[in-house]
Structures are given as C-alpha cells and as structure tokens.
C-alpha cells in the first residue's frame, strides 16, 4: 500500500472508534497505549508495556496515585537489574505515552464533535506541512534530528492547520486560532521527541506496521504530545 492509502485507512478506522462509545473509546486508547509502549520498549530493552494501559486509567480515574505508581514500578525494575538506566527508563515509559494519553479520553468527554476537531486539526498540519517541506522546502528546522524538515514545511502546516482550529473550535475566532496555533507546535514538538530517540538508537521507525507510516509510535507521535494541552484549554 501506499503513503496515501495506510493514511487514509488509519484515518477512517480512527474516526470509526471516535464515535464509539466513550467507554470503548477509552479502550482503544488504552490499546493505543500498549502498543505504542510495547513499540518504545523494545527499542529501550525495558518492557513494561502492560502496564501501560493500568498507569494511564490510574492517572484517568485516580489521578494523584499515577506518580507514586511510576515511581514502585522504577523502584522495582532498578532494584531487580540493579541499573540507574533501568530505573529512568521505567520512569520515562511510566509518562509516554501512558500518562499523556489519558487526556485523550478526557477530550473524548467533551464530545465527539471536540475530538474529531483536535485530531482532524493535528492531521492537517501533517499533511500540509509534508507536502510543503517536500516541494518548497528549503531552511532546514532541526537538521541533527530530522534533516528533511523544514521551515517552510512547519509553517506551511501550522498556518492552516490554526485556521481549522479558529473556524472549527467553539471559541471566538482568535482565541481558537491561538490555541490551535499552541497545540499544534506541541504536536510538531512531538514529531522531534518520537525522532529524537529513534536518532538516539539508530532507527528509521519504531516498527513497519503501517508501511512507511512505521509503527503506532511513529504514527500517533503528535497527538500523544499534544493532547495535554488541548485539553488543558478546552478544560
């Protein structure tokens, strides 16, 4: 399949779950969350991927005992390798993308309508700013993570992407933008977290389940990062 074709299929089944239940929602997510831990960990050598779904309805449902839940599984993990690298990398997949990506269920609460709009929102900045660095791409943003991104690129998807935002968001227009225009940068802030480590560890993907979309890591990069902030304005 093509770049195209695995993106409009990820869409279409990622719209399906959106208007499913919340309660089944917050499953798929959940799901989302394992495999996208399951993804990091074997790049870490540190599995703790079924926890993944536990730590991100803890921080969901009982928000306060998510930290101290972190931090027993670290404890553990460290003591049992007896490795400070061990402990931080427990640490780390204790917060991505468990802890970030219960705010997606909390943005799913505020209604379809919200959901579609944020994730349609962080879809039309990719794909704007791809086709934008790909054919007038030239100011290189971050080339040490990822050489082929630029700044024509992340502008020519964060100024269209915003306008969705202004238009869509229940919200007066220039509020709406800017808080578009700020979830949006985490989004991209996203991107070059998910590619800094794959630098790191010298890899092109975390996985090829979606072809060259990569893995669940790869694919859903920017919504995992920005969907704390969405929901902390639309709170």
């Known amino acids: 399949m093509s770049r195209e074709s695995y993106g409009l299929a990820i869409g279409l089944i990622v719209i399906l779950i959106t208007f499913l239940p919340l309660p089944l929602f917050a499953f798929f997510v959940c799901l989302l969350s394992f495999f996208v831990s399951k993804e990091v960990s074997k790049v870490f050598k540190e599995d703790i991927s ?6 991100l309805l803890v921080h969901y449902l009982l928000s306060p ?8 599984l670290a404890l553990y993990r460290g003591y049992k390798t007896w490795s400070i690298e061990s402990f931080l990398k427990v640490v780390f997949l204790g917060f991505y993308p468990a802890l970030f990506l219960s705010y997606l269920i909390g943005i799913r609460e505020k209604g379809v309508f919200i959901t579609l709009v944020f994730i349609f929102g962080i879809w039309i ?4 700013a791809y086709y934008t660095g790909k054919y007038f791409g030239k100011t290189p943003l971050f080339p040490k993570i990822s050489p082929k991104k630029t700044l024509e690129g992340f502008l020519g998807g964060l100024i269209p992407a915003s306008l969705f935002y202004g238009f869509l968001l229940p919200e007066d227009f220039l509020k709406a933008f800017f808080i578009g225009m700020i979830t949006l940068v985490f989004g991209v802030a996203g991107d070059y977290f998910k590619s800094f480590i794959k630098r790191q560890y010298h890899i092109k993907d975390f996985s090829n389940i979606f072809g060259e979309h990569g893995g669940f890591a790869d694919r859903f990069d920017a919504i995992i990062f920005s969907s704390p902030v969405f929901y902390f304005f639309i709170n």
């Open 65 to 72: 005992l998510t930290y101290p839940l972190i931090g027993l």
């Open 125 to 128: 900045n990719d794909v704007f």
């Open 50 to 55: 079924l926890f993944s779904p536990l730590i």
